[in-house]
Antibody, heavy 119, light 107 residues
Framework: QVQLVESGGGVVQTGRSLRLSCAAS????????MQWVRQAPGKGLEWVAG????????SHADSVKGRFAISRDNSKSTLSLQMDSLRAEDTAVYYC????????????WGQGTTVTVSS | EIVLTQSPDFQSVTPGEKVTITCRAS??????LHWYQQKPDQSPKLLIK???QSFSGVPSRFTGSGSGTDFTLTIKSLEAEDVATYYC?????????FGQGTKLEIK
């Protein structure tokens, strides 16, 4: 079945780095745009980053621009988020999500991975 | 950035009741408005895409409508399992944005 499984979360100190991964299965990964969305404790959903099916058009929210980088490996059906210079406000559950189409809804979501940034 | 404002923020509801949640965009978004349901400790699930298209497997009591800047999610007859937080989301323009959420609680 169609599935997204995130990994790589954990507890990290302020200023350090972490790399999240999302393993996709059950669909042709290379033909869909992919996204990262986060949710801080008790808060709403925040779009973090997105990337086109061919990986040529990454985009990032202003809140993470210059610190986070989204990428994908279509040969391994894997989405990644490199997070550098982490701040306390980056503490959240990070979800990867599949786009239904270009500039479309997010039709499949992973279960999320938790990132905690502490001093 | 396109701002999405949902109302209400919170609603206490009775099973069988009709529920209406609205989402207003700060500019026209050409129908690129989607609705998600998130139950406690679960990931969001797509309910409605492109304002009014029901996603596969979603119960028929969930419907969406609207255009331009004003959109509505309607639950025709609420069931206890519908207790959740509902979010709208626009994919018209980057950065993609979400509404602040509407939390439904059983009265």
């Amino acid at each position: 079945q169609v599935q997204l499984v995130e990994s790589g979360g954990g507890v990290v100190q302020t200023g350090r780095s972490l790399r999240l991964s999302c393993a996709a299965s059950g669909f042709t990964f290379s033909t869909y745009g992919m996204q990262w969305v986060r949710q801080a404790p008790g808060k709403g959903l925040e779009w973090v980053a997105g990337i086109s099916d061919d990986g040529h058009s990454p985009s990032h929210a202003d809140s993470v621009k210059g610190r986070f980088a989204i990428s994908r490996d279509n040969s391994k059906s894997t989405l990644s988020l490199q997070m550098d210079s982490l701040r306390a406000e980056d503490t959240a559950v990070y979800y990867c999500a599949k786009e239904a189409g270009s500039y479309d809804a997010f039709d499949i979501w992973g279960q999320g991975t938790t990132v905690t940034v502490s001093s | 950035e396109i701002v999405l404002t949902q109302s209400p923020d919170f609603q206490s509801v009775t099973p069988g009741e009709k529920v209406t949640i609205t989402c207003r965009a700060s500019q026209s978004i050409d129908g690129k408005l989607h609705w998600y349901q998130q139950k406690p400790d679960q990931s969001p699930k797509l309910l409605i895409k492109s304002a009014s298209q029901s996603f596969s497997g979603v119960p028929s009591r969930f419907t969406g409508s609207g255009s331009g800047t004003d959109f509505t999610l309607t639950i025709k007859s609420l069931e206890a399992e519908d207790v959740a937080t509902y979010y709208c989301h626009q994919s018209y323009r980057l950065p993609y944005t979400f509404g602040q959420g509407t939390k439904l609680e059983i009265k």
